[in-house]
């Protein structure tokens, strides 16, 4: 069965602090995963990755893919209250109809 | 600018009664999703549509129908709201070719 995990559920940092968020998959024909952010309202788009290795980043975002191991990271330097939100993986897979699996999110907070 | 519109962002109905939550976007995309989101489970999906009339049942379609008449708009109709549909509503859209979903600010459905 597909499935996209992530951890920790839930995690509370100080301001300052560099965060790693995980994401692991068991999916068949992967094609691509994906991080969104989202505070309020709709998630946001952040990254998208289909190689191994490379790393993206954004400002004081990066986010890293293993398809060897079916992982990818998400890290946030230097964090923010701004930074605060939940944080969702999903993947993409070529096959069937409903082809965009997501991760029930990890849950950051970031206090002054 | 990429834009998908929901119509309602908060709703209380009764149990019993008719929902429509309806869902536009201005990108000309194939694709159209409904997921619900709750605490502890992520995003689910609803259904989706690849195409004008087409839709394919997601993970959780019971007691939900959709209708796509037109390209840019996607409806998800309850057609007797029960207290366990209570929940946060998100419409999304994106290419055939990629799985970025974009997505709309959302409904809050409140079922008495």
């Known amino acids: 069965e597909d499935k996209v995990v992530q951890s920790p559920l839930s995690l509370v940092v100080h301001e300052g602090d560099t965060v790693t968020l995980n994401c692991s998959y068991e999916v068949t024909n992967f094609r691509s995963l994906l991080w969104y952010k989202q505070e309020k309202k709709a998630p946001t788009f952040l990254f998208m990755l289909?190689?191994?290795?490379i790393e993206k980043k954004s400002g004081r975002l990066s986010s890293i893919l293993d398809k060897k191991e079916l992982f990818s990271i998400l890290n946030i330097t230097a964090t923010q209250t701004g930074d605060s939100a939940i944080y969702l993986c999903?993947?993409?897979?070529?096959?069937?109809?409903?082809?965009?699996?997501f991760g029930t999110g990890t849950r950051l907070t970031v206090i002054p | 600018d990429v834009k998908v519109t929901q119509s309602s962002r908060y709703l209380v109905k009764r149990t019993g009664e008719k929902v429509f939550l309806e869902c536009v976007q201005d990108?000309?995309?194939?694709?159209m999703f409904w997921y619900r989101q709750d605490p502890g489970l992520g995003l689910r999906l609803i259904y989706f549509s690849y195409d004008v009339k087409m839709k394919e049942k997601g993970d959780i379609p019971e007691g939900y129908s959709v209708s796509r008449e037109k390209k840019e708009r996607f409806s998800l109709i309850l057609e007797s709201a029960s207290t366990n549909q209570t929940s946060m509503y998100l419409c999304?859209?994106?290419?055939?070719?990629?799985?970025?979903?974009?997505f709309g600010e959302g409904s809050r459905l409140t079922v008495l």
């Open positions: 999304a859209s994106s290419l055939m070719s990629t799985g970025e979903l974009f």
């Open positions: 990108m000309d995309h194939e694709n």
């Open positions: 999903a993947v993409f897979h070529q096959t069937g109809a409903n082809n965009l699996f």
């Open positions: 289909t190689s191994s290795g």
